[in-house]
């Protein structure tokens, strides 16, 4: 979503954040460090193998590997992990196996050198939503794309050791509500999901449903494309 406004309307300012300081650390390197980083890519692009794989995954977690060696590890489970799934367990290792693929590509130079420039100027933190919430001004565009509400009990939704609940649902409801009477243009994205619907519509919501490409899936009948909403008060 960045990318896409960063190149079409390119906003003065932009706030990316997130509560998975990994995932914010390596948005920071890409913006900060392009050429450092694809050098610590190759590394692991070269070093490729399961053995590997598992080695560098258990220092990861036990926080053995630091600094942009981290970053690049982190990209690298990405991309050589089963289904490029990021999960964690309640201590919040990360827990995804070791994905067989041919001619897995474990980084893109001229990918990271564009979103390097694009990146140029944003303002990225380690903040929950909640924290936001005090730099919101009339106008201001805020993309939600938290943890989805599961589809079944068996869903996927362990992306933090902190599992989303149905509480988390009513505070991500408060804060938009709140968001929206500050003068802030919302959107949400979210699973196709009645409750959701419902608690939306009913405060004057406009609730656009649309259709997203699934490629995780334990039973490959279960790929392809789903129905999700985009929750939005304009």
């Known amino acids: 979503m960045f990318f896409y406004i960063k190149q079409k309307y390119d906003p003065k300012y932009s706030m990316l954040s997130d509560v998975n300081g990994d995932l914010i650390e390596a948005f920071i390197a890409v913006r900060d460090k392009p050429r450092e980083l694809i050098e610590k890519l190759e590394y692991f692009n070269e070093k490729n193998s399961e053995g590997f794989y598992y080695k560098i995954r258990e220092k990861f ?70 924290e936001i919430l005090q730099h919101v001004k009339k106008n201001n565009l805020i993309y939600l794309d938290p943890c989805y509400d599961p589809l079944k009990r068996t869903s996927f939704v362990h992306y933090t050791k902190d599992r989303f609940s149905i509480q988390d649902r009513t505070k991500l409801y408060e804060f938009i509500i709140k968001a929206r009477s500050k003068g802030g243009m919302i959107i949400l994205s979210n699973n196709d999901i009645v409750d959701v619907k419902n608690l939306y519509s009913a405060k004057g ?3 656009n449903v649309v259709e997203a490409a699934r490629c995780v899936n334990v039973d490959p009948c279960g790929r392809g494309r789903i129905k999700e909403l985009l929750i939005t008060n304009y």
């Open 61 to 130: 977690n036990q926080n053995r590997i630091t600094g942009i060696m981290r970053v690049a590890a982190f990209i690298y489970f990405t991309k050589a992990c089963f289904n490029g799934v990021y999960r964690v367990n309640k201590k919040g290792e990360f827990n995804v196996p070791y994905g067989y693929y041919k001619n897995r590509e474990i980084y893109n130079k001229e990918e990271i050198m564009f979103a390097s420039q694009l990146l140029q100027g944003a303002d990225i933190r380690v903040k929950d939503y909640n």
């Open 205 to 207: 919501f406009n609730i």
